[in-house]
């Protein structure tokens, strides 16, 4: 019996095992058939954030989900989701009033719910976060003026306000959010978003234009000022979906509403530009345990690399542009004559501006504000006068008979400037590019008053703060900079001065 | 025999004097022509005109036959050495580059370079070990030498000498003199020397062209400069030389 018994299980074994594969295969099959769902985002850091919370949120709940990173704007991913090419993607109350439903009025929510139902388009509650325009402010500042909202800035009509060409041109920007609170402030300019911030960061700016979640509002301690009387409309994040969609996964989407707040929208987004790893800053609201933000600030080494590296472009672009307009200048100039005195006499007059002054100067005038362009500029400008005024006095003290020797040789002009005149000017050119260098070195570091960069940023932050350490983190490597490029330039000289005329 | 290089009413004027009244002057091929008189009578501005370093206000120059314009003065000035009391050496390139300068820029072989070059030392008497040397580490004789072997690289038809020895020093000027010499008789050379000393003038001259105030005042040999004097200042120029002559 037991034998038989035995032996028809042995026979049964295979067919079990068939069995199962046949299941598994079955399995497989009924799953590959059950489409994915496809979350879509916009092309820009917090979508796409937001679009990986949502295929987390989905994959959690064994949806198969996929995402589909920065497609485009608001109308690519409506008209993607209408066409069924995505299932939901995130979007913001105020975009969907204004650029899908088309209306200048504030909707509430169930006016926009029930307008959406009609495309058979279903919308989560707020997930907890406003990403709006908003003002901000050095929290230093805002503390030490004890500014809190927008309504505040009438008392201080002293306040720099830089804010994006986007905003001050918007109908919803500047000059109604001036007139609805009444803001005093004159001095209001238009700088670059992230410039912006390095501007704000040093002083040059004191209040300035941001998104509300902006990552770099929390990067560079910054305060945003409360929109007390509700000028910005509100832009509430919240998920579209298809009505159509799985139930089970609508259920889960839901299950993220109310679960954003801004600050922790903020570090999401500061994870996700940092790291460029969009997934990454996405687990990190599942893990809910909140980093210190220590991580956050680079290394002392870190930002010394970068003031050092920004202060060597600032220095080097500039040197390049005063060495390759200087010295052709200076040749013009050494032939004397009307054009060569005015040539000298421009370069003179710009030595003789104060270099805080030229960058002021500068700044106004329509191609340069407060940018690197314009610090860059007033460096070559700085820079110009040594090497024309070198190069000029190098070639006019070429002795008469030595420029009359080369041109009874028969040598063409060019080739006696070339390797004739140049080379004995040399030395005296040289001398002259040194000087410029060292000058722009040291000048570079008032850069960072309009937001350029370099070595002056620690200086100029030190100064704000009263903190001689942060200042001196800025001012010794500058002057160690300056001693190397000395240095340098000397080495140079030797490969550069012919050896004839070092003897 | 025609003339190498003919003046016709040359004239030249500096905003303070008139440096060149006008001229006539003609320079024979093959020959060594002296050009002396005293300092400033004009005898630089008249090499000056010759190899186009200055404008005439009047008159024409005319080498070979050929008028100098300001468009053929290039490749003519090739066809001209031109060396100077200071030597005129750039002193940022070795004596060899001071020498190869020009037939470089020509795009001369190197090998036509070289053998040009060590004929050259061998003509001037100057060691091919001193030419990677740069001017300053060179003597002024030395330095003339190379001034020299540079001037006569491409074989010029002409060399304009501007008082070549006048900054050397007795022994060493009366070498290089005898040496000049002998470069010019071999290489039958035709030259047109400038200088203030009128034994110099004698020792080299075939013709002596004598200029004073920017005139020339009398052209000849030394012997009619001394028994025919076209002037009382002949004498005076020749007398006041006399204690150096006759040494
Ligand atoms: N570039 C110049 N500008 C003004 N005067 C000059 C210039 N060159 C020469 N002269 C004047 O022209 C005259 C002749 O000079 P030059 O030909 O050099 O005399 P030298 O016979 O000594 O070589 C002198 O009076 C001199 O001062
Ligand atoms: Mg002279």
Redesign the interface.
């Known amino acids: 019996m037991l034998v038989g018994r035995d032996r028809r299980a042995r026979r049964a074994l295979p067919l079990c095992w068939l069995a199962l594969l046949f299941v598994m295969f079955l399995a497989a099959v009924i799953s590959a058939s059950a489409n994915p769902i496809i979350i879509g985002s916009k092309k820009f850091t917090e979508s796409y954030v937001l679009g990986e919370i949502a295929k987390r949120t989905l994959n959690d709940a064994v949806i198969p989900a996929e995402h589909r990173q920065g497609m485009g704007g608001t109308i690519i991913l409506w008209q993607a989701l209408q066409g069924g090419q995505i299932d939901a993607y995130p979007e913001y109350t105020g975009t969907i009033a204004q650029e899908i439903l088309k209306t200048n009025r504030q909707l509430s929510l169930n006016e926009i719910g029930d307008a959406l139902a009609r495309f058979g388009v279903g919308m989560t509650k707020p997930l907890g976060f406003n990403n709006t325009y908003a003002l901000v402010m050095r929290r230093s500042e805002a503390q030490r003026l004890g500014l809190r909202t927008i309504s505040d800035l009438r008392k201080h009509p002293e306040l720099k306000i830089g804010l994006t060409h986007e905003f001050l041109d918007r109908q919803d920007g500047w000059r109604p959010l001036r007139e609805r609170y009444g803001l005093p402030q004159r001095n209001v300019i238009g700088i670059d978003h992230a410039l912006g911030y390095a501007a704000l960061a040093n002083g040059s700016i004191d209040v300035k234009d941001a998104y509300s979640t902006d990552a770099k509002i929390a990067e560079n301690d910054l305060v945003t000022l409360e929109d007390d009387l509700g000028f910005f409309p509100k832009y509430e994040a919240v998920f579209l979906f298809r009505l159509s969609m799985r139930p089970d996964a609508i259920a889960a989407l839901r299950r993220l509403e109310g679960t954003l707040d801004e600050k922790r929208m903020i570090r999401l987004n500061l994870e996700a530009e940092r790291t460029k790893n969009y997934t990454r800053a996405a687990n990190l609201y599942f893990e809910d345990g909140a980093k210190s933000t220590d991580t956050m600030g680079e290394s002392f080494p870190q930002k010394l690399a970068r003031w050092t590296l920004r202060h060597l472009q600032l220095a080097g672009f500039s040197l390049l542009l005063s060495v390759l307009f200087g010295i052709p200048l200076g040749i013009l100039a050494s032939r004397g004559g009307p054009i060569g005195q005015s040539i000298l006499g421009f370069a003179s007059v710009v030595q003789t501006i104060p270099s805080l002054a030229l960058l002021a100067l500068l700044v106004p005038l329509p191609f340069f504000g407060i940018s690197v362009r314009t610090a860059i500029t007033a460096l070559f400008l700085y820079g110009l006068l040594p090497i024309v005024r070198n190069t000029a006095s190098g070639l006019q003290d070429i002795?008469r008979?030595?420029r009359?020797?080369?041109?009874?040789?028969?040598?063409?002009p060019i080739?006696r400037l070339w390797?004739?005149y140049l080379?004995?000017a040399?030395r005296s050119i040289l001398s002259g590019i040194k000087t410029s260098a060292v000058i722009n070195i040291g000048t570079a570091t008032l850069a960072a008053l309009i937001g350029a960069g370099g070595l002056g940023e620690p200086i100029l932050s030190g100064l704000n703060l009263n903190d001689h350490v942060t200042i001196l983190e800025g001012a010794i490597p500058a002057a160690l900079l300056a001693l190397l490029v000395q240095w340098l330039f000397d080495l140079l000289d030797r490969v550069l001065i012919?050896?004839?005329?070092r003897? | 025999m025609s003339a190498l290089v003919k003046l016709a009413d040359v004239s030249k004027r500096y905003a303070g004097a008139q440096a060149l009244h006008s001229t006539n002057l003609s320079i024979e091929r093959g020959k060594t022509t002296l050009l002396i008189g005293p300092s400033g009578c004009g005898k630089s501005t008249l090499l000056?005109l010759m190899?186009?370093?200055i404008a005439p206000d009047s008159g024409t120059i005319a080498f070979n036959d050929l008028t100098i314009t300001p468009t053929n003065i290039?490749?003519?000035?090739?066809r001209?050495g031109?060396v100077?009391q200071?030597g005129?050496?750039?002193?940022?390139?070795?004596a060899r580059a001071n020498v190869l300068?020009?037939a470089r820029?020509l795009g001369k072989s190197q090998e036509e370079m070289q053998s040009r070059l060590m004929e050259l030392c061998e003509l001037t008497r100057f060691s091919d070990t001193l030419l990677s040397r740069?001017?300053?580490?060179l003597s002024g004789g030395q330095r003339q030498r190379v001034s020299l072997m540079?001037a006569l690289m491409l074989s010029p038809e002409l060399l304009l000498l501007d008082e070549p020895l006048g900054a050397l020093d007795p022994l060493v000027r009366a070498s290089l003199q005898k040496d000049l010499k002998e470069i010019f008789a071999r290489l039958q050379q035709t030259v047109l020397f400038v200088t203030h000393d009128l034994g110099e003038a004698i020792y080299f001259g075939d013709e002596i062209v004598l200029m004073n105030e920017g005139r020339i005042v009398q052209k000849g040999s030394a012997s009619d400069l001394r028994e025919k004097p076209a002037e009382p200042f002949v004498s005076e120029f020749i007398n006041a030389q006399r204690g150096v002559v006759l040494t």
């Open positions: 002795p008979s030595l009359e020797s080369a041109i009874a040789l028969g040598l063409s080739i390797q004739i080379p004995m040399s012919p050896k004839g005329l003897i | 000056r190899i186009g370093l290039d490749s003519l000035r090739r001209i031109y100077i200071e005129g050496l750039f002193p940022h390139l070795t300068l020009m820029y740069y001017p300053v580490e540079r």
